[in-house]
């Protein structure tokens, strides 16, 4: 994500998104879009829990028709993207809501 800072102190994002994240309405913040956060926690369980490789993972999500972004079927590339990426809330995202606590927190 690039940023560009407004007079005013103001910031927009602009560019692509990391998977499983979308722009807000007004380009200041990144939020979680469900669909994509979904399609992630499943390929980090095939990943780690299950213990499938990368291609049997993109091979599972052609067949329970999970699709990409572009609307096309993940590659195994695209697979270990997402596994290998940082999964961490990103620096653009808008930190989550005061009073909410995460269980073990």
């Known amino acids: 994500?690039?940023?560009?800072?407004?007079?005013?102190?103001?910031?927009?994002?602009?560019?692509?998104?990391?998977?499983?994240?979308?722009?807000?309405?007004?380009?200041?913040?990144?939020v979680p879009d469900p669909d994509e956060q979904r399609i992630l926690?499943?390929?980090?369980?095939?990943?780690?829990?299950?213990?499938?490789?990368?291609k049997a993972i993109a091979e599972y999500l052609r067949r329970t028709r999970m699709l990409n972004r572009r609307g096309l079927p993940f590659s195994a590339s695209g697979v270990s993207e997402k596994i290998h990426r940082r999964t961490e809330r990103p620096a653009e995202a808008k930190p989550p809501k005061a009073g909410k606590r995460r269980r073990g927190s």
Do not use: C, F
Request: proline content about 5%; glycine content about 10%; hydrophobic content about 40%.
């Open 1 to 30: 994500m690039r940023t560009v800072n407004l007079p005013g102190g103001d910031v927009i994002l602009y560019g692509q998104a990391p998977y499983g994240w979308r722009l807000s309405a007004d380009r200041s913040y990144l």
């Open 41 to 54: 926690s499943v390929v980090r369980h095939l990943y780690l829990s299950e213990r499938l490789s990368v």
